[in-house]
């Protein structure tokens, strides 16, 4: 199973500020992927990072938001921009080799003040 | 697009009990229906999955059943134990999604001695 590395776990940030998020994979993957977890609730995708292209963004998430890159089959990042405190949440990234389950990272829990 | 529902939001049994989880989707191109375990501040890690082409798919005492017609899967854990207590994800994707999963909203178990 591929190990991923997410960076930071954990952030606290002020509003009208921006965080970027790294996910690093020990391996190349097929697909990576980011999601939201907001408190007490389920996952919810936010996007597609495809590699060396713009991410597929799902309905109610925009890039300007959240751009996100994929520079190679091992990386990716996702910025949460200009934050709010609706903002707060644990985002996700995930990872799936070839056609296997997709993994996910430890998360990065963000509260933003 | 898809929609995954999941019931019950909460549920107590005693251990050695079974537990059920029941999951609808909406999409009829939805083939793959992953189950997601995540403990208080963890990551979610699978713990089983099933695709289209199967009814059903048994790992020691957890087991999970698949009815395409009636777009509908459920999740059995037999003689449960308190190491079971967390909250529990269903999920389904079509595989041209590259495994970008809709989640179904959680269930919390609680498995008391």
């Known amino acids: 199973s591929a190990v991923i590395s997410q960076k930071p776990s954990r952030d606290i940030c002020q509003r009208g500020t921006s965080l970027t998020i790294q996910c690093q994979v020990d391996?190349?993957?097929?697909?990576m992927f980011w999601y939201r977890q907001q408190p007490g609730q389920s996952l919810t995708l936010i996007a597609t990072?495809?590699?060396?292209?713009?991410?597929?963004?799902e309905s109610g998430f925009v890039i300007d938001k959240f751009p996100i890159s994929r520079p190679n089959l091992t990386f990716s990042t996702l910025t949460v921009s200009n934050m709010s405190p609706e903002d707060s949440s644990i985002y996700l990234c995930?990872?799936?080799?070839?056609?296997?389950?997709?993994?996910f990272g430890q998360g990065t829990r963000l509260t933003v003040v | 697009g898809e929609n995954v529902e999941q019931h019950p939001s909460t549920l107590s049994v005693q251990e050695g009990d079974s537990a059920v989880i029941k999951c609808t989707y909406s999409?009829?191109?939805?083939?793959?229906f992953p189950w997601y375990k995540q403990e208080l501040g963890k990551r979610p890690q699978l713990i089983i999955d099933?695709?289209?082409?199967?009814g059903e798919k048994k790992d020691q005492r957890i087991a999970v059943t698949l009815n395409k017609t009636a777009k509908h899967f459920s999740l059995h854990i037999t003689e449960t134990q308190p190491e079971d207590s967390a909250v529990y994800f269903c999920?389904?994707?079509?595989?041209?999604?590259?495994?970008?999963?809709?989640f179904g909203k959680g269930t919390s178990l609680l498995v008391t001695p």
């Open positions: 995930s990872v799936v080799q070839g056609k296997t389950e997709a993994f």
């Open positions: 099933i695709r289209s082409n199967v």
């Open positions: 391996s190349q993957v097929t697909m």
């Open positions: 990072a495809n590699q060396g292209s713009e991410a597929t963004y």
């Open positions: 999409d009829s191109a939805s083939n793959y």
């Open positions: 999920a389904a994707t079509p595989s041209n999604s590259g495994y970008a999963l809709n």
